[in-house]
């Protein structure tokens, strides 16, 4: 694992993100340019997957500005607070994880496609290595209450976020 990371500090900041920006695009170009799929039920999943990832894609715009301590003028992306409460409660990456990793495995659910496939799974895994070196940054960026954090809360698998927190009401 560490050799890994000494190998994603060295590559350029937005690399992984172009990149898998770029597949991912060309999923979304099969989606217009490819017949109607073989499995409507399959394609209707991968419309379920979307709207799910649509929610997390939207929803870190609002919370992050209201609750990150976001400079007057400036974009939602320059927190200087830590958020951990609401959506941030349920997984760490909502956005830039949660969402993009929703919206690959949608995207060829609704082709049902080799094409989608072949360039969805890439696009996951990249964008799955941007997040690694995300919280490397964001462990920069808050020290010790970020590590903490991250012992809590998982990266971006929302069904174990959403029964930790349920499981914590319980246990109230």
């Not at 017949?35 to 894609?57: C, H, M, R, S, Y």
């Amino acid at each position: 694992m560490e050799h890994l990371r000494k190998y994603l500090a060295q590559l350029p900041f937005y690399l992984l993100v172009w990149i898998a920006g770029a597949l991912t695009l060309a999923q979304i170009a099969l989606l217009f340019l490819m017949d109607v799929p073989k499995n409507e039920t399959i394609a209707q999943i991968g419309v379920i997957l979307w709207w799910i990832g649509a929610v997390f894609g939207w929803l870190p715009i609002f919370v992050l500005g209201r609750k990150g301590g976001v400079p007057k003028g400036k974009s939602y992306v320059h927190t200087t607070q830590l958020v951990e409460t609401g959506l941030y409660a349920v997984v760490r990456h909502p956005q830039m994880g949660t969402a993009w990793l929703l919206m690959c495995p949608s995207l060829m659910l609704m082709t049902q496609h080799w094409a989608s496939v072949g360039l969805g799974i890439p696009a996951m895994a990249m964008v799955y290595l941007d997040l690694l070196k995300a919280d490397q940054r964001l462990i920069e960026k808050f020290g010790d209450a970020y590590r903490r954090y991250m012992a809590r809360v998982p990266r971006v698998n929302f069904v174990a976020g959403i029964l930790r927190l349920a499981w914590q009401r319980i246990e109230r």
